[in-house]
């Protein structure tokens, strides 16, 4: 039976979800000073919901207040703010729509700015020139990587009583448990390193003590690296190794993406043409996971057409499509793309036509962060919004800070 792009897919526990679309997270920058959630972030979200997504992942909630991984990030780990992650859950879960919330540890891929002393299984900075924008970390005892198993666990808990329908551990991108995974980033040679199979024990540990604190009917998700992209790093092969061993604990659903703030290939960084020709970045390996496990897959990244995310789900290797951006221009592109799947959307690319003004605001992402604020106090989102506009936008708000590098 041929599926379409508005199917319903059951998983495992009991989780209904209405239609193939899956949110994925994009760093909304909307947390208050306390890091608790803005009351903005119900409104991006109702807004999301109502544009047909079948499943939201929020933005990257950190399980540390002491370590973060950019200046607006959002904080769950006690039952600070809970009430207003609740008013967050209950708008993102208008329209039968699922919500799941994203946790995640940035280990050492914190700008330098946001904290003195960062933290990683090993003391190897960042490489590729970013040295100077990230501290060198130190390497973390058995003690504190016990603690953060453990607020892991906690937060999932949180999320949970909060009123969200599921969490995801995130182990992509080069965050902290993706450090873990890397031979590159983790030197360990104790228990938590030295070979595969100890590299990716964090992992594990971190899955089974979210599944107690959750219980077994509660759906933990995670977001994971093809690859590193980097010599010496996070291979193919040590992920789909990976693939097998948290597939092994049941894990619910597996995200699958690729690229550390040193090889960005989540944006489309040094993507090939024939890879660009099917859209999906991680589509070649998606098809060869899905010869090893039976864990449904999203593959996020690349798709701009109705066709394509079609052919995608058509041809067995994911289950469900993953979009960031393009929802950050058209919230309702999954409503679009039901009603008529031959659409497709053209995503921007904002300059002032000035590299080094490009380069100080970071405006491959504060354009698109805009977007999402602007979302989030009512507006709708501009596709033809002027780069200018965000470069005046970016320093206004954010001041001295507009020029301190948040990611690579």
Known sequence: MRISLDDGFDLARRVHIKNRFFKSALSEQLGDKDHGPRPDLSTLYRLWAEGGSGLLMTGNVMIDRRFLGEPGNVVLED?????????????????????????????????????SEPVAPSVVPLGHGLG??????????????????????????????????????????????????????????????????????????????????????????????SADFLRGGFSEQDSMAVVEAIAAEDIDLIEISGGTYESPAMIGHRVKESTRQR????????????????????????????????????????????????????????????????????????????????????????????QLRRMGRGMAPKADLSAWRSVWTTLSELGVAAFRRRRA
């Open 79 to 115: 039952e600070r703010h809970l009430e207003e992650f609740g008013a967050w859950a209950e708008s993102a879960s208008e329209h039968d729509c699922q919500v799941w919330m994203q946790l995640n540890h940035p280990g050492k891929q914190i700008p330098s700015f946001l904290c």
């Open 132 to 225: 100077h924008l990230f501290k060198t970390p130190r390497a973390l005892t058995e003690e504190e990587i016990l603690e953060i198993v453990e607020r892991f666990a906690t937060s999932a808990a949180l999320a949970r009583e909060a009123g969200f329908a599921g969490v995801q551990i995130h182990a992509a991108h080069g965050y902290l448990i993706n450090q873990f995974l890397s031979p590159h980033h983790n030197r360990r040679e104790d228990a938590w390193g030295g070979d595969a199979t100890k590299r990716r024990r964090f992992l594990l540990e971190v899955y089974r003590s979210m599944r107690a604190s959750v219980g077994e009917d509660y759906p933990i998700g995670i977001k994971l690296n």
């Open 279 to 370: 859209e999906a970045y991680f589509l070649a390996y998606a098809e060869e996971v899905r010869q090893l496990v039976e864990t449904p897959l999203v593959v996020t990244g690349g798709f701009r057409s109705g066709p394509a995310m079609l052919a995608a789900l058509n041809s067995g290797a994911t289950d469900f499509i993953g979009l960031g951006r393009p929802l950050a221009i058209e919230p309702d592109l999954p409503k679009r793309l039901m009603a008529d799947p031959t659409g497709h959307i053209d995503l921007p690319r904002p300059t002032t036509g000035f590299k080094s003004v490009d380069r100080m605001v970071i405006l491959d992402l504060s354009w698109w962060e805009l």
